[in-house]
């Protein structure tokens, strides 16, 4: 039996991060699928909401307890697991590669989850279209500004350096959002680059959507 417990939706961006992260360090883990598919709603229910509160994925079952917020999971698997490092051994590196991270999780992912799309449809009568311009919008804002501090950095292998670290964990799971809504990449090419090679690592290959047991095939 495994010590951890990954409350996980194949779909999930956040909790795709969790799963990058537990292949990076090796750490086994089971992973217990919460549909949260509009109509199927599995997170709201009194079973989940008694583990998680805030009715979200992904949640990480510890011996501790349960851990929730993907980054905060990210952060608590870095001290509790310290090989290989998330963040770069240079402070300024390190700091730099947690604004990029924070920026795809606190500034473009928050506005394209469930909850604000669900408000935007029902409150406000957005149809798919207005739904999917909003989406692209909030990724190409952030994007933006990724590029250019991509830009200012000489060019590696990851987003800082020779090894992943939380910056990639955090790019690959956006960009595959990204690419599901049809955005135009060409005026990122720094972090097409950068996501293509990650996607490569075995890390990341088996933490995509489409390797989970929960995906929905075709």
């Given at each position: 039996m495994t010590a951890l417990k990954l409350y996980d939706y194949w779909r999930s961006s956040a909790a795709y991060r969790v799963r990058i992260g537990l292949n990076l360090k090796g750490i086994a883990y089971e992973s217990v699928p919460i549909n949260i598919a509009p109509g199927k709603d599995e997170q709201l229910t009194d079973a989940y909401r008694a583990k998680n509160p805030q009715q979200r994925v992904p949640a990480l079952e510890t011996p501790h307890g349960v851990l929730t917020q993907s980054l905060?999971?990210?952060?608590?698997?870095?001290?509790?697991?310290?090989?290989?490092?998330?963040?770069p051994a240079d402070p300024w590196a390190a700091a730099q590669a947690r604004s990029f991270a924070l920026t795809i999780a606190t500034d473009i992912h928050p506005l394209n989850n469930l909850a604000p799309l669900a408000w935007l449809r029902d409150k406000h009568g957005a149809d798919e279209a207005a739904i999917a311009d909003w989406y692209r919008h909030w990724i190409r804002r952030g994007f933006d500004a990724l590029e250019v501090q991509l830009g200012a950095m000489p060019e590696t292998a990851f987003a800082f350096g020779d090894a992943p670290t939380i910056a990639d964990i955090c790019l690959v799971p956006q960009c595959a959002n990204a690419r599901r809504f049809k955005l135009d990449f060409a005026p990122f090419p720094r972090l097409a680059a950068l996501d293509e090679r990650a996607r490569a690592h075995p890390a990341f290959e088996r933490a995509a959507p489409e390797r989970q047991k929960d995906a929905v095939k075709g």
């Open positions: 905060a999971i990210l952060s608590w698997l870095d001290t509790a697991y310290p090989e290989p490092s998330f963040l």
